[in-house]
């Protein structure tokens, strides 16, 4: 009877609760009705049969059911490279570090853009000795540390080399030397003033 609770109306439980049950159960037990199988709403109709009590009115089917449509996420490829490797740091609704992987496609689509010159000169500083860099590289070496990477391994990797075609197919014609020149205090800010007062020492 426990697996049948489910199935009991109000009125269903009412009928059976004035009913003695030892004997209808033990016929239906003698029948195959308690199989090892679901119960089925036709075993609780054919109890009530038993007893001489068969519910008004029989059960409805339920409709088959309906799934909400989804949209799949179309992703920008020059955003993916970012999203598995900088979104642990910077797709947060904090400011700092620059949250430029936080908001839909387009916004960080968006985002990138505007941080695109800070990025390229942080990636670059990987390249570079580690007494000839202006900045320290991105992604961090204590970042890279705490994924288990070496910092000589990540530089020869393919993901890195991702990162830098993403970020240099972002900066278009611009003169990449030049950014490397250029004090990095004067790049682009990496998000608008408005909403972030970027660290520029």
């Known amino acids: 009877m426990v697996g049948l609770a489910g199935m009991l109306d109000p009125a269903a439980v009412e009928r059976l609760e004035r009913a003695e049950l030892s004997t209808p159960l033990e016929r239906l037990r003698a029948r195959g009705a308690f199989a090892a ?15 001489g009590k068969p519910r008004l ?6 409709p088959p059911p309906r799934l909400e449509p989804t949209t799949a996420r179309v ?15 910077h797709d947060t609704t904090l400011p700092h570090p620059p949250n430029f992987l936080h908001g839909n496609p387009a916004a960080v689509a968006e985002q990138l853009d505007q941080c695109a010159e800070r990025i ?37 990797s393919p993901e890195f080399a991702a990162l830098k ?37």
């Open 37 to 51: 199988r679901p119960f089925e709403p036709n075993l609780l109709d054919a109890l009530l049969a038993q007893i």
């Open 57 to 62: 009115a029989t059960h409805t089917h339920l």
């Open 75 to 89: 992703e920008d490829p020059l955003t993916t490279p970012f999203r598995s490797t900088c979104a642990a740091c």
């Open 120 to 156: 390229f000169v942080r990636l670059s500083q990987a390249d570079l000795p580690e007494a000839a860099r202006s900045k320290p590289p991105m992604p961090p070496a204590a970042a890279l540390a705490g994924r288990g990477i070496d910092t000589a391994h990540w530089t020869a």
């Open 165 to 201: 075609a993403a970020i240099r197919a972002r900066l278009g014609d611009r003169d990449l030397q030049a950014l490397l020149r250029q004090p990095y205090a004067q790049l682009r800010p990496c998000l608008p003033s408005s909403s972030y007062a970027e660290h520029t020492q």
